[in-house]
C-alpha cells in the first residue's frame, strides 16, 4: 500500500493515550438484521461511550497530547459530535475549549457541549461557516485550532476500530464518509493489516462532495448540503484528507434519505439500537444494492447516536 499520513506504530501507540471507555467497543453478528439485508451482518457500535460516538478515539489523542504542556486552550467547528468529545476529553485535562457550531445543529448535540462545560459559539449557516469562524477565532486568540480529519490524531485515534476489527475476518466494511478522518483512519488500518477486505465508504445523495471527490480523484466542493444526517454534511473536502482516502477506500457510494430513515428504523426493530442518520448510512448501503452484498459477510460501523428524539420519531415513526 502507498502511504498515507497515517502510521499504524502511531495508531497502535494511541491506544494507551485514549481512555478505555472508548476502547474495544462491541462487535457482534446481528443476524436478526440478516434475512433483511441478504448477508451476514456484523454491528461495531461506536455509541456506548460518554458521548455517544467514535469521536473521543481523536479528542483524547490530541487533549492528552496537549495536557503534556499544561494548562492550554482550543477550538473547533462541529456539527455536535467532535464538539461533544472534545469538551469531554479537555475538560477531564483543564483544557480550555470552545466549539462553533451552527445555530441549526441539533438542540441536543448543542445542549451537550454546553453541559461539558464548553464554550458554545454559534454562527448562522452550516458547517462550513462554523469551520470559518473557529479559524478566526484561533487566529485572533492565538489558540490551537483542532481541524476534524486535517488533524491526524483524529484520524488515527479514529483508526483504532480499525484495529479491533482486523482479529475477525469480513469481507467488507462499510464506513460513514463526511470529513473523512473515521473513513481514512479505519482504511488504512484494514488496508494495512487484512487487505483482502473491501472498504467501502458511504455518504449521503444530499451531500455527496467528498464521494464525488473520491471519484473525480480532485476536490470537488458543493454550494449546499441537503441531508437530515448532519454529521457528515460537509460541503468542501481537504485535499490532504482526499489523497488519504483515494489511497485507502475502494469505493465511495451515495444513499438516499429514504434509505437513511430505513436504515435507522431497521436498527431500532431489529438491532434495539437508537442512531443518528449518519450512523445508519452502512445499512441504507446493503438496502440499496443487495446483490453486491449477497453471502458476505459485511461489518457497518454505527458511528453515533446522538439524535434529536423528536426528530427521530418524525422520521422513523416509532414511541421510543
Given at each position: 500500500?502507498?502511504?498515507?499520513?497515517?502510521?499504524t506504530?502511531?495508531?497502535?501507540a494511541a491506544?494507551?493515550?485514549?481512555?478505555?471507555?472508548?476502547?474495544?467497543?462491541?462487535?457482534?453478528?446481528?443476524?436478526?438484521?440478516e434475512?433483511?439485508?441478504g448477508?451476514?451482518?456484523?454491528i461495531k457500535?461506536?455509541?456506548?461511550?460518554?458521548?455517544?460516538?467514535?469521536?473521543?478515539?481523536?479528542t483524547e489523542?490530541i487533549?492528552?497530547?496537549?495536557?503534556?504542556?499544561g494548562?492550554?486552550a482550543?477550538?473547533?467547528?462541529?456539527?455536535?459530535?467532535?464538539?461533544?468529545?472534545?469538551?469531554?476529553?479537555?475538560?477531564?485535562r483543564?483544557l480550555d475549549?470552545?466549539?462553533?457550531?451552527?445555530?441549526?445543529?441539533?438542540a441536543?448535540?448543542?445542549?451537550?457541549?454546553?453541559?461539558?462545560?464548553?464554550?458554545?459559539?454559534?454562527?448562522?449557516?452550516?458547517f462550513?461557516?462554523?469551520?470559518?469562524?473557529?479559524?478566526?477565532?484561533?487566529?485572533?486568540d492565538?489558540?490551537r485550532?483542532?481541524e476534524?480529519?486535517?488533524?491526524?490524531?483524529?484520524?488515527?485515534g479514529?483508526?483504532?476500530i480499525?484495529?479491533e476489527?482486523?482479529n475477525?475476518?469480513?469481507?467488507?466494511?462499510?464506513i460513514?464518509?463526511?470529513?473523512?478522518?473515521?473513513?481514512?483512519?479505519?482504511?488504512h488500518v484494514v488496508?494495512a493489516?487484512?487487505?483482502?477486505?473491501?472498504v467501502i465508504?458511504v455518504?449521503?445523495?444530499?451531500?455527496p462532495?467528498?464521494?464525488?471527490?473520491?471519484?473525480r480523484?480532485r476536490?470537488v466542493?458543493?454550494?449546499?448540503?441537503?441531508?437530515?444526517?448532519?454529521?457528515?454534511?460537509?460541503?468542501?473536502?481537504?485535499?490532504?484528507?482526499?489523497d488519504?482516502?483515494?489511497?485507502?477506500?475502494?469505493?465511495?457510494?451515495?444513499v438516499?434519505e429514504?434509505?437513511?430513515?430505513?436504515?435507522?428504523?431497521?436498527l431500532?426493530?431489529h438491532?434495539?439500537l437508537?442512531?443518528?442518520?449518519?450512523?445508519?448510512?452502512g445499512?441504507?448501503?446493503m438496502?440499496?444494492?443487495?446483490?453486491?452484498?449477497?453471502g458476505?459477510?459485511?461489518?457497518?460501523?454505527?458511528?453515533?447516536?446522538?439524535?434529536?428524539?423528536d426528530?427521530y420519531?418524525?422520521?422513523?415513526?416509532?414511541?421510543a
Amino acid at each position: 500500500m502507498q502511504e498515507t499520513r497515517l502510521d499504524t506504530a502511531r495508531i497502535r501507540a494511541a491506544r494507551w493515550v485514549i481512555d478505555p471507555v472508548f476502547l474495544d467497543t462491541p462487535l457482534y453478528r446481528c443476524e436478526t438484521l440478516e434475512p433483511n439485508l441478504g448477508c451476514a451482518v456484523s454491528i461495531k457500535l461506536e455509541t456506548a461511550n460518554p458521548v455517544r460516538s467514535f469521536k473521543g478515539r481523536g479528542t483524547e489523542v490530541i487533549a492528552g497530547r496537549l495536557a503534556e504542556h499544561g494548562p492550554s486552550a482550543v477550538v473547533c467547528a462541529s456539527a455536535g459530535n467532535l464538539g461533544q468529545a472534545l469538551a469531554w476529553s479537555g475538560r477531564r485535562r483543564g483544557l480550555d475549549v470552545t466549539v462553533v457550531a451552527s445555530r441549526f445543529a441539533p438542540a441536543t448535540k448543542l445542549d451537550r457541549i454546553r453541559a461539558l462545560d464548553a464554550r458554545l459559539v454559534l454562527v448562522d449557516g452550516d458547517f462550513e461557516a462554523a469551520r470559518e469562524r473557529a479559524a478566526a477565532i484561533a487566529r485572533h486568540d492565538g489558540v490551537r485550532l483542532v481541524e476534524d480529519s486535517l488533524d491526524i490524531e483524529t484520524c488515527e485515534g479514529a483508526a483504532t476500530i480499525g484495529l479491533e476489527l482486523v482479529n475477525t475476518p469480513f469481507d467488507a466494511v462499510l464506513i460513514a464518509l463526511g470529513g473523512g478522518a473515521m473513513a481514512t483512519g479505519v482504511g488504512h488500518v484494514v488496508k494495512a493489516l487484512a487487505p483482502g477486505a473491501e472498504v467501502i465508504c458511504v455518504q449521503p445523495l444530499g451531500a455527496p462532495a467528498m464521494t464525488r471527490s473520491w471519484h473525480r480523484r480532485r476536490v470537488v466542493t458543493t454550494d449546499s448540503a441537503d441531508t437530515i444526517a448532519d454529521g457528515v454534511a460537509g460541503r468542501r473536502p481537504i485535499p490532504a484528507v482526499l489523497d488519504d482516502l483515494l489511497l485507502v477506500a475502494d469505493d465511495a457510494v451515495l444513499v438516499r434519505e429514504a434509505s437513511i430513515i430505513a436504515g435507522m428504523r431497521m436498527l431500532f426493530d431489529h438491532a434495539g439500537l437508537v442512531v443518528e442518520p449518519s450512523a445508519a448510512l452502512g445499512v441504507a448501503a446493503m438496502l440499496e444494492d443487495r446483490d453486491r452484498f449477497a453471502g458476505r459477510h459485511v461489518v457497518t460501523i454505527v458511528c453515533g447516536g446522538n439524535v434529536d428524539m423528536d426528530a427521530y420519531r418524525r422520521w422513523v415513526g416509532t414511541a421510543a
